[in-house]
Nanobody
Framework: QVQLVESGGGSVQSGGSLRLSCAAS????????MAWFRQAPGKEREGVAI???????FYSDSVKGRFTISRDNAKNTLYLQMNVLKPEDTALYFC???????????????WGRGTQVTVSS
């Protein structure tokens, strides 16, 4: 049974930092494209960052230069380092994985339940 469990969310002030983690189990982690998405109240879910099997990364324009996605295949864990946080970054953050493709429009086979990030001004 595949499980993705996010952690590391919380409440911070504008300009602060958080590091999210996504612990994966029940799958061969190294063979999956991994991604972070987020959804704010009343808004559609949006892609935040992607990391491919080979380590290539892609970011949405809204977080480029502030967020860093990484993966530790030995620990089956995905990370999202978030710096210079802004109130507009407030959202529920999800991790997801896809076996066959690697873009924000991929189907994503499995999803975590999310971790809340709240940034106050």
């Amino acid at each position: 049974q595949v499980q993705l469990v996010e952690s590391g969310g919380g409440s911070v002030q504008s300009g602060g930092s958080l590091r999210l983690s996504c612990a994966a189990s029940g799958l061969t982690f190294s063979t999956y494209c991994m991604a972070w998405f987020r959804q704010a109240p009343g808004k559609e879910r949006e892609g935040v960052a992607i990391i491919g099997v080979g380590g290539s990364t892609f970011y949405s324009d809204s977080v480029k230069g502030r967020f860093t996605i990484s993966r530790d295949n030995a620990k089956n864990t995905l990370y999202l380092q978030m710096n210079v946080l802004k109130p507009e970054d407030t959202a529920l953050y999800f991790c997801a994985c896809d076996r066959t493709s690697c873009s924000f429009k991929s189907r994503y086979d499995y999803w975590g339940r999310g971790t809340q990030v709240t940034v106050s001004s």
